[in-house]
């Protein structure tokens, strides 16, 4: 298996403009997770899903970001419009959650966002 | 704040020397787990002990939980240049299915 497949790997946006990023988990998972880390706030969870609905999305910091997972197999996050202060490594993880249980993450390589 | 902590938040040792985190939290959980984070990449699961363990091994790795004190340490033995990384530990927020994870130890392994 690929892992949890993110793009784009580095985006450089100006202030104001749309960012998209996107996220492909691992096939089989069935839940996936949005997480942000900053040298500041450290690792901060967004939102995450499950089967492909919307659990939890208290960690979204504003109306300016929104996330998306159309089927199993992709999940984007949008941030719109984009400021400096949204500058950080974004992460997509996914999992299988089975009985309630909470197992591990497998998380991809991340996109490195700058907003200039 | 269901948020742990981990101590140190930064360590550094002699290449062999073994390594030491501790992390604590503050919710009823029924597994912990740690992560390897290296610069620049995603983190990677390490280990996971259940509530009803209190040690498990992997390799180079040792990771304790004390449930009655909250509490879980992960020991790296003799530690090569490659251990140099974050160390995260996690656990399952309380009522919900999704991850806490600590501010994390910053691991140097100095040749």
């Known amino acids: 298996d690929a892992g949890v497949i993110q793009s784009p790997r580095h985006e450089v946006t100006e202030m104001g403009q749309e960012v998209t990023l996107r996220c492909k988990p691992i096939s089989g998972h069935n839940s996936l997770f949005w997480y942000r880390q900053t040298m500041m706030r450290g690792l901060e969870l967004l939102i995450y899903f499950n089967n492909n609905v919307p659990i939890d999305d208290s960690g979204m910091p504003e109306d300016r970001f929104s996330a998306k997972m159309p089927n199993a197999s992709f999940s984007t996050l949008k941030i719109q419009p984009s400021e400096p202060r949204d500058s950080a490594v974004y992460f997509c993880?996914?999992?299988?959650?089975?009985?309630?249980?909470?197992?591990?993450?497998?998380f991809g390589p991340g996109t490195r966002l700058t907003v200039t | 704040s269901q948020q742990g902590e981990e101590d140190p938040q930064a360590l550094s040792i002699q290449e062999g020397e073994n390594a030491t985190m501790n992390c604590s939290y503050k919710t009823s959980i029924n597994n912990l787990q740690w992560y390897r984070q290296n610069s620049g990449r995603g983190l990677v699961h390490l280990i996971l002990?259940?509530?009803?363990?209190r040690e498990k091994h992997s390799g180079r790795l040792r990771v304790t939980l004390d449930t009655s004190k909250k509490s879980s340490s992960l020991l790296i033995t003799a530690s090569r240049a490659a251990d140099t990384a974050s160390y995260f530990c996690?656990?399952?927020?309380?009522?919900?299915?999704?991850?806490?994870f600590g501010q994390g130890t910053r691991l140097t392994i100095n040749p």
């Open positions: 993880a996914s999992s299988f959650l089975a009985g309630g249980g909470v197992y591990e993450q497998y």
């Open positions: 996690s656990y399952p927020a309380q009522g919900a299915q999704k991850l806490v």
């Open positions: 002990i259940r509530s009803n363990e």
